[in-house]
């Protein structure tokens, strides 16, 4: 399973980014997809998921900012982070979970200055 991410880079405080995401490979019964993100020196941390069926579950500091959305049937996501704040730079990681495990992409630095 290999997931492929796009989208991350340097924007301003209030400014805003699209992260991509797609897996490919031998993939059944997607459980969950969804963002993850890691800042230096800090845990690895959830943004947002979209779970089989269509539930999307967002962390407190992505509520009203952060939109993700997602097609499990393409193992394809999308999150669009509005009114980025400094704090949210980190390495934003794609993340997959199917019946044969959980999988990780590389991962997307987004940084975000003030």
């Known amino acids: 399973v290999q997931l492929q991410a796009s989208g991350g880079g340097l924007v301003q405080a209030g400014g805003s980014l699209r992260l991509s995401c797609a897996a490919s490979g031998n993939i059944l019964n997607t459980h969950r997809m969804g963002w993850y993100r890691q800042a230096p020196g800090k845990e690895r941390q959830l943004v947002a998921i979209v779970r089989n069926g269509g539930i999307i579950d967002y962390s407190e500091f992505a509520k009203g900012r952060f939109t993700m959305s997602g097609d499990l049937s393409k193992n394809t996501v999308w999150l669009q982070m509005d009114s980025l704040k400094p704090e949210g730079t980190a390495v934003y990681f794609c993340?997959?979970?199917?019946?044969?495990?959980?999988?990780w992409g590389q991962g997307t630095q987004v940084t975000v200055s003030s």
């Open positions: 993340n997959i979970r199917i019946r044969s495990g959980s999988y």
